[in-house]
């Protein structure tokens, strides 16, 4: 079975925009609320299909990419 994709491993890393959650025809990630009060995206492993549209919509993945 695939891993989990990591969204983010900083948070420097992600803008917030919630692509990654329409991309996800599972439903499996969510925006949580940090302690400072900013949005981030969190996928919950046990629906995720690991499929991997989260990671290739996300601007910030694509920016890093070019």
């Known amino acids: ?3 989990i994709p990591m969204l983010f491993s900083r948070k420097e890393f992600c803008c917030g ?3 990654c959650i ?3 025809a599972a439903g499996a990630i969510e ?3 940090d302690e400072e009060g900013f949005d981030y995206p969190e ?3 046990t ?3 690991r499929c991997g549209k989260c ?3 996300c601007p910030i993945k694509q920016k890093l990419r070019d």
């Open 22 to 24: 329409a991309a996800c």
């Open 55 to 57: 990671i290739n919509i």
């Open 1 to 3: 079975m695939k891993d």
């Open 47 to 49: 629906i995720c299909a």
């Open 43 to 45: 996928i919950n492993d």
């Open 17 to 19: 925009c919630g692509a």
């Open 31 to 33: 925006m949580k609320t």
